[in-house]
Every structure is written in structure tokens, then in C-alpha cells.
């Protein structure tokens, strides 16, 4: 079990920090700290593109990263290394 922080400042890259804690004595049964985040991001690409930021940088720390978004961006989610979840709700 865990729980993922991330500060955003105006401007600044976020920082993303991992605070792990469990409540199992048995650890050897579960990927400890790894978890499988799925980002819904609509709208416009510049709706879209900071949900995309924040995945990369969540997969960098280690997750497994799923952006479920409309099927045009499908190929900007697919060259930032993140797997893609085709949408049935399309942009305004």
C-alpha cells in the first residue's frame, strides 16, 4: 500500500514523493511502492498535455501508467513511452 504526493509550483517541473506503508507483516506477495495509475485527461491538446507530464513522471518513479484520452491523441501519448486508452468522449 502506498500513496504518491505530487506538489506543483507555477512554472516549475513537479516533484513527486513516494511515501510508502503497509498494513500486511508478509510483504513477499505484492510489488511493494509499484502502482497502476490509470489518467483520464480530456479536451484540448493543452488540457491534455500536462496529464501527460505528470505520467511520464510517474512512470519514470517506477508506476505503470495508463492515459485513457480521445483517439486523436493517441500518438502523442503513445511517443511519451505511456499506454493509451482510447476515449469515447471527444474534445469540445
Do not use: W
Not at 22 to 33: G, Q, T
Not at 34 to 61: K, M, S
Request: glycine share 8%.
Amino acid at each position: 500500500m502506498g500513496c504518491v504526493s505530487i506538489k506543483f509550483k507555477i512554472g516549475m517541473e513537479p516533484k513527486i514523493e513516494h511515501h510508502s506503508f503497509s498494513i500486511f507483516e508478509d510483504k513477499s506477495n505484492f510489488k511493494e511502492n509499484i502502482l497502476r495509475i490509470v489518467i483520464i485527461a480530456l479536451g484540448f491538446r493543452g488540457d491534455v498535455q500536462p496529464f501527460l507530464n505528470l505520467g511520464i513522471g510517474l512512470r519514470e518513479a517506477g508506476h505503470d501508467v495508463q492515459v485513457a484520452t480521445a483517439e486523436n491523441f493517441k500518438d502523442l501519448v503513445k511517443e511519451q513511452g505511456l499506454d493509451f486508452i482510447p476515449s469515447e468522449i471527444y474534445p469540445l
